[in-house]
């Protein structure tokens, strides 16, 4: 029996030895030189092939690596890589394991325009949510306010619709609505891929990196190989910069997301990161305090949960807000990236929370949100990842980001509580209002929005249910229910408790291609919803069952598309 079975095995290893033979037989190292004449390399790309890895040497430097699902046939789409700034310049081009006969980069094809078709009018384009041009996107990162723009970078894999080869993307706004994509900012280097981090404005010129009077914007991120801090710089908010070594090395196994703020009394730079403690996954947000950005001391450390208890998990976010209706009194809050909050005091080396696990987010897939730094009129905008479910068919891009939003600190009986809800910006986007004013729905009654057929939607609907069970919003063939005894809304399996207030529930609606963003409260509840809503649906319905359902306000807006 031992014999048979011996022989067997041999067998099975000599095949799987010719078959490996074969395959390596089947495919080839590619490396070719070219002067670098034109804006971008064009890479072909086709959707759920295998991934090549690709070098790009300049001088002697591996300057770019990165993995991509190339098409030996024909391309899907096409991704651009930079190489104007090596005009002039012979590159050597580096592929693995391209198939033996391929013509894939024969010739090496460069160009100074892109060709891609159809940008931004794909079928699962989110219209009024930032998304890439091309590529993978997580998230947001180095948000910061410089030079007159609102500059959001962002994860971006600009190689593939899959997470990979992280790099910083980059789009500026100077109205919080309108995107321009400005390309990637921050590329894989001997740190590693680049993980997530924040941005300032360094005023005071503490690190000395103003030039010609304006003050230096100071990036900060994660290398995901050293796992250390690294830092990198523009003083104009288009060419960047990267400090020749991390500016705080490793401090344990797992580290990362630097978020930083500056602290006026001790006249001192904050740091806080994420960085897991012991061998029992333990979150922590280690502080840290630095008079220049570039030296940093360890101050103290706040604990959060453990293991898939993730309060304070990864992407900390840290910044100070008044308190609505209460002169003179401000608060610190710090939160992770599931959006668990605590609140509390901070003396500029130690956070103290005063209420710990809050939370008002109750959607699906809303993620890593970061806030804008260093904005003038002093609001705390925030932009948040939202996972939108865009990996589908044809299309070339993948997730986008929620709307900007407004944090506020409002007094409940509860305590202290965040809201959010977005941003007067957004209201730019209203082409067409219906105002319907104050009416009743009542169960088997005329819908009140019958006549209304729009694709992207804003409504405002202030409800008091009274004797009612239910009341229902159905936008575009998803029902938004507010369930009255159980004081609850639900939406698409999620669900949310939300109470009335003074007998009336207040909710604001947004619907794009992706999903639905459901502020309840005044903010004091969001629900964010990623699901692609039918194109074949356009419509509205509001109705009640179990009785009559008072509506003190209803109004409608149709929306435009950022993107015109």
């Given at each position: 029996?031992?014999?048979?079975?011996?022989?067997?095995?041999?067998?099975?290893?000599?095949?799987?030895?010719?078959?490996?033979?074969?395959?390596?037989?089947?495919?080839?190292?590619?490396?070719?030189?070219?002067?670098?004449?034109?804006?971008?390399?064009?890479?072909?790309?086709?959707?759920?092939?295998?991934?090549?890895?690709?070098?790009?040497?300049?001088?002697?430097?591996?300057?770019?690596?990165?993995?991509?699902?190339?098409?030996?046939?024909?391309?899907?789409?096409?991704?651009?890589?930079?190489?104007?700034?090596?005009?002039?310049?012979?590159?050597?081009?580096?592929?693995?394991?391209?198939?033996?006969?391929?013509?894939?980069?024969?010739?090496?094809?460069?160009?100074?325009?892109?060709?891609?078709?159809?940008?931004?009018?794909?079928?699962?384009?989110?219209?009024?949510?930032?998304?890439?041009?091309?590529?993978?996107?997580?998230?947001?990162?180095?948000?910061?306010?410089?030079?007159?723009?609102?500059?959001?970078?962002?994860?971006?894999?600009?190689?593939?619709?899959?997470?990979?080869?992280?790099?910083?993307?980059?789009?500026?706004?100077?109205?919080?609505?309108?995107?321009?994509?400005?390309?990637?900012?921050?590329?894989?280097?001997?740190?590693?891929?680049?993980?997530?981090?924040?941005?300032?404005?360094?005023?005071?010129?503490?690190?000395?990196?103003?030039?010609?009077?304006?003050?230096?914007?100071?990036?900060?991120?994660?290398?995901?190989?050293?796992?250390?801090?690294?830092?990198?710089?523009?003083?104009?908010?288009?060419?960047?910069?990267?400090?020749?070594?991390?500016?705080?090395?490793?401090?344990?196994?797992?580290?990362?997301?630097?978020?930083?703020?500056?602290?006026?009394?001790?006249?001192?730079?904050?740091?806080?990161?994420?960085?897991?403690?012991?061998?029992?996954?333990?979150?922590?947000?280690?502080?840290?305090?630095?008079?220049?950005?570039?030296?940093?001391?360890?101050?103290?450390?706040?604990?959060g949960g453990v293991g898939n208890d993730r309060?304070?998990?990864?992407?900390?976010?840290?910044?100070?807000?008044?308190?609505?209706?209460?002169?003179?009194?401000?608060?610190?809050?710090?939160?992770?990236?599931?959006?668990?909050?605590?609140?509390?005091?901070?003396?500029?080396?130690?956070?103290?929370?005063?209420?710990?696990?809050?939370?008002?987010?109750?959607?699906?897939?809303?993620?890593?949100?970061?806030?804008?730094?260093?904005?003038?009129?002093?609001?705390?905008?925030?932009?948040?990842?939202?996972?939108?479910?865009?990996?589908?068919?044809?299309?070339?891009?993948?997730?986008?980001?929620?709307?900007?939003?407004?944090?506020?600190?409002?007094?409940?009986?509860?305590?202290?509580?965040?809201?959010?809800?977005?941003?007067?910006?957004?209201?730019?986007?209203?082409?067409?209002?219906?105002?319907?004013?104050?009416?009743?729905?009542?169960?088997?009654?005329?819908?009140?929005?019958?006549?209304?057929?729009?694709?992207?939607?804003?409504?405002?609907?202030?409800?008091?249910?009274?004797?009612?069970?239910?009341?229902?919003?159905?936008?575009?063939?998803?029902?938004?229910?507010?369930?009255?005894?159980?004081?609850?809304?639900?939406?698409?399996?999620?669900?949310?408790?939300?109470?009335l207030i003074n007998g009336r529930l207040s909710?604001?609606?947004?619907?794009?291609?992706?999903?639905?963003?459901?502020?309840?409260?005044?903010?004091?509840?969001?629900?964010?919803?990623?699901?692609?809503?039918?194109?074949?649906?356009?419509?509205?319905?509001?109705?009640?069952?179990?009785?009559?359902?008072?509506?003190?306000?209803?109004?409608?807006?149709?929306?435009?598309?950022?993107?015109?």
């Open positions: 029996m031992m014999k048979r079975l011996l022989q067997v095995f041999l067998c099975v290893a000599f095949f799987q030895a010719v078959i490996a033979q074969e395959n390596n037989a089947a495919t080839h190292n590619f490396a070719s030189y070219f002067t670098a004449e034109k804006k971008y390399l064009v890479l072909p790309v086709k959707n759920g092939a295998s991934k090549r890895n690709i070098e790009i040497w300049v001088d002697g430097v591996n300057t770019r690596f990165f993995d991509i699902e190339l098409a030996e046939g024909t391309p899907d789409w096409y991704a651009y890589l930079q190489i104007d700034q090596w005009k002039g310049k012979e590159v050597e081009l580096r592929v693995d394991k391209v198939s033996n006969g391929s013509k894939v980069f024969t010739p090496i094809v460069q160009s100074d325009v892109d060709t891609n078709a159809n940008t931004y009018k794909e079928k699962l384009r989110a219209q009024f949510h930032f998304s890439p041009k091309r590529g993978w996107t997580n998230d947001p990162n180095g948000m910061v306010y410089y030079n007159g723009e609102y500059h959001l970078f962002y994860q971006h894999n600009p190689y593939g619709r899959g997470w990979g080869n992280m790099t910083w993307g980059h789009a500026v706004t100077k109205d919080l609505i309108h995107w321009k994509d400005l390309g990637d900012a921050l590329h894989p280097d001997q740190g590693g891929p680049v993980f997530s981090g924040g941005a300032v404005v360094d005023s005071n010129n503490t690190i000395g990196f103003s030039k010609d009077g304006k003050p230096a914007m100071v990036m900060f991120h994660t290398g995901a190989r050293g796992w250390g801090q690294y830092m990198s710089w523009s003083t104009d908010g288009r060419n960047f910069q990267t400090f020749d070594r991390a500016v705080v090395p490793r401090i344990n196994k797992d580290n990362r997301d630097p978020k930083v703020v500056w602290y006026e009394p001790t006249k001192k730079w904050v740091m806080v990161i994420w960085v897991e403690r012991g061998n029992n996954e333990q979150h922590s947000m280690q502080f840290l305090t630095s008079p220049d950005l570039k030296n940093w001391t360890k101050a103290s450390t706040v604990m309060y304070l998990f990864e992407c900390p976010e840290f910044y100070e807000l008044p308190v609505e209706g209460m002169p003179g009194v401000k608060k610190w809050i710090l939160t992770g990236a599931n959006t668990q909050y605590a609140i509390g005091t901070f003396d500029g080396t130690t956070f103290t929370p005063e209420q710990q696990r809050l939370q008002e987010q109750h959607g699906r897939d809303f993620y890593a949100p970061q806030t804008f730094s260093n904005v003038p009129d002093g609001r705390r905008i925030e932009i948040g990842w939202w996972r939108t479910n865009t990996e589908k068919d044809d299309m070339t891009f993948n997730q986008s980001m929620s709307l900007p939003l407004e944090h506020k600190l409002v007094q409940t009986p509860e305590g202290v509580r965040l809201t959010r809800m977005p941003v007067k910006e957004v209201e730019g986007l209203r082409s067409k209002a219906y105002k319907l004013g104050k009416l009743s729905v009542k169960e088997n009654g005329s819908n009140p929005l019958k006549n209304i057929n729009i694709e992207l939607a804003e409504l405002h609907i202030d409800v008091e249910p009274g004797k009612a069970s239910e009341v229902v919003l159905d936008i575009r063939g998803v029902p938004v229910v507010y369930n009255v005894a159980g004081k609850e809304l639900q939406v698409d399996g999620v669900k949310a408790s939300v109470a909710l604001v609606v947004y619907a794009d291609r992706t999903g639905l963003e459901i502020f309840a409260n005044k903010g004091l509840v969001f629900m964010p919803i990623n699901i692609n809503l039918a194109d074949s649906n356009r419509t509205l319905s509001l109705s009640a069952k179990g009785g009559t359902a008072k509506i003190t306000n209803l109004d409608v807006y149709e929306l435009k598309s950022i993107w015109e």
